[in-house]
């Protein structure tokens, strides 16, 4: 199983990026999707998550600015995040919750069954 975030870059603050999140030897259907963040020297943070339906929750740091969404035939979920922060600077990761037949989706780190590499989001004042 694979995971891999990309689409990160460097971005003035108030702009926009698009993270996606490629994987491969799962069957999407059967998992939730979860976005994690972690800053230099912080904790690593979940911010985002999606069910095998489609509905999400999201931290209070990124609620109402960032939307998650996914393409179970590419294999694929995406970050659309909006209105960037300083404080948004980090690497991002997407990790994968083996769910089966349940619709719901968590942002704890614990409850993560694989992991992706990050891709770094740098946005600038």
């Known amino acids: 199983v694979q995971l891999q975030a990309s689409g990160g870059g460097l971005v003035q603050a108030g702009g926009s990026l698009r993270l996606s999140c490629t994987t491969s030897?799962?069957?999407?259907?059967?998992?939730?999707i979860a976005w994690f963040r972690q800053a230099p020297g912080k904790e690593r943070e979940g911010i985002a998550c999606?069910?095998?339906?489609?509905?999400?929750d999201y931290s209070d740091s990124v609620k109402d600015r960032f939307t998650a969404s996914r393409d179970n035939v590419n294999h694929a979920s995406y970050l659309q995040m909006n209105s960037l922060k300083p404080e948004d600077t980090a690497v991002y990761l997407c990790a994968a919750d083996e769910v089966i037949s349940s619709d719901y989706c968590s942002r704890y780190r614990s409850y993560m069954d694989y992991w992706g590499k990050g891709t770094l989001v740098t946005v600038s004042s």
């Open positions: 999606i069910t095998r339906s489609g509905s999400t």
């Open positions: 030897g799962l069957i999407m259907d059967g998992y939730a």
